[in-house]
């Protein structure tokens, strides 16, 4: 059974610091995988996608890298903000289509 | 391109009353699925959709939860006599291809009372 696990559960950090956050999988079988954002009472907002094939993707400030072999995946923030303060999100795409989250990492970034 | 439309935002029901949550796609994607939230705890996966066919319900509850999606209109989740514990967030997602990039909607909040 997958499991995704992200670490830590919760993050405070000052502004202006480059942060890393873990998403860790026990099944390397997926398709692909998705970083979310979710600010309190809202949707979930797609960050960034990574293919199975693919090792890491860019989107301004992001990046998001995938090793499927250790079942791993990281989101760097450089330069956090206080607008960066959300709950950030792990999910594995897997046959179907199906999105497997993580309990995610609740990020403050204090001013 | 209006992204993933989800109504009502909020619906608050009595024990034993219908909830009905409506979703309509972003333009062009035709896979549409459906997560709740539970309090406290993370985004689950109810069930898969393509026009017309329920394709993954695994995740569903086998009673009193139902979901549609018609050839015209939006995707319905229907969930009949509603309990406390139905009280949850429940979010409704589409993509162009399985697999692919996912898109939520703002989320339908029920609360039951």
């Known amino acids: 059974k997958q499991e995704v696990t992200q670490i830590p559960a919760a993050l405070s950090v000052p502004e202006g610091e480059n942060l890393v956050l873990n998403c860790s999988f026990t099944?390397?079988?997926?398709?692909?995988l998705q970083w979310f954002r979710q600010d309190p009472g809202k949707g979930l907002t797609s960050l960034l996608l990574?293919?199975?094939?693919?090792r890491e993707q860019t989107s301004g400030r992001l990046n998001a890298s995938l090793d499927k072999s250790s079942g791993r995946s990281t989101l760097y923030i450089a330069a956090s903000q206080p607008g960066d303060s959300a709950t950030y999100l792990c999910?594995?795409?897997?046959?179907?289509?199906?999105?497997?989250f993580g309990q995610g990492t609740e990020l403050s970034v204090k001013p | 391109n209006a992204g993933v439309m989800q109504n009502p935002r909020h619906l608050v029901r009595r024990r034993g009353q219908e909830a009905r949550l409506r979703c309509s796609p972003m333009k062009g994607h035709s896979h549409v699925y459906w997560y709740r939230q539970l309090p406290e705890e993370g985004l689950k996966f109810m069930v898969y959709?393509?026009?017309?066919?329920?394709?993954?319900e695994s995740g569903m509850p086998k009673e009193r939860f139902s979901a549609e999606f018609p050839k015209e209109g939006p995707s319905i989740l229907r969930i009949q006599q509603v309990v406390r514990g139905d009280s949850a967030a429940y979010f409704c997602a589409s993509s162009l291809q399985v697999t692919g990039e996912l898109f939520f909607g703002e989320g339908s909040r029920l609360t039951v009372l």
């Open positions: 999910a594995l795409i897997m046959e179907g289509g199906k999105l497997i």
């Open positions: 959709l393509q026009k017309e066919n329920i394709i993954d």
């Open positions: 990574i293919q199975s094939s693919q």
């Open positions: 099944d390397s079988a997926i398709y692909n």
